[in-house]
């Protein structure tokens, strides 16, 4: 593995880096993404139970804000109930906004180095084809192993560019859809809250341990 690094130059150094970042990335978004920490299921139910027996008061307000993404949009619509049901849908959209901000957050930069990975193995290609024209001119075709590093060069650093890029592209677009999902099932979950609590909605039990 180690000569497999040198024989790359010096373009393996962001080469590895960029990999680093992409696994770091992968595993941090992995964890914070959690279908369960986003949009716990029954939650809808259970503040629902909660108004119905008043327990909703500002300190389970506020704990339940803390408590997850979904929690913060639920919390921010109860907060304003009592101005109506535009101002509740309002302010539902105005707390989602940071909240898919930060579900969004270093995908932008996962995005970039499944990007440049590839790009950043052809510029190893083209220097690995230069440094074996060099030799070349300089008379070592009578030693066809003076070729070996510039060729290794250019082969390695284009496999390891597409090692990098393709499970970061794979995983930024996986996270993408991810995030969009989630997204979704939280605005359905506000607004069948305002629907419930507007008397626009009956309220099914069987729905979401309502």
Not at 17 to 45: D, F, K
Not at 54 to 59: A, F, I, N, V
Not at 119 to 148: E, N
């Amino acid at each position: 593995m180690l000569e497999m690094v040198k024989s790359g130059g010096w373009l393996m150094v962001p080469l590895l880096l960029a990999s680093i970042v992409a696994l770091a990335i992968i595993l941090e978004r992995a964890w914070t993404l959690r279908t369960n920490r986003i949009a716990p299921p029954h939650l809808l139910g259970d503040v629902w139970r909660q108004l119905q027996a008043g327990d909703l008061q500002p300190d389970a307000l506020k704990r339940l804000q803390a408590d997850s993404p979904l929690g913060a949009l639920l919390a921010a619509g109860l907060i304003n109930a009592r101005h109506g049901r535009e101002i509740m849908k309002e302010s539902i959209e105005d707390a989602a906004e940071p909240i898919v901000h930060d579900m969004e957050k270093f995908l932008t930069l996962l995005g970039t180095i499944a990007l440049i990975s590839p790009l950043l193995g052809l510029l190893g290609t083209v220097v690995g084809i230069i440094d074996s024209f060099l030799v070349a001119t300089a008379g070592g075709l009578s030693d066809p192993t003076l070729l070996a590093g510039g060729i290794s060069k250019a082969l390695v650093t284009t496999a390891v560019g597409l090692l990098v890029a393709i499970p970061a592209m794979v995983m930024h677009r996986y996270y993408v859809r991810h995030i969009t999902s989630l997204t979704v099932r939280m605005e359905q979950q506000a607004v069948k809250l305002v629907d419930m609590l507007h008397g626009d909605r009956e309220v099914d039990i069987r729905e979401d341990g309502v």
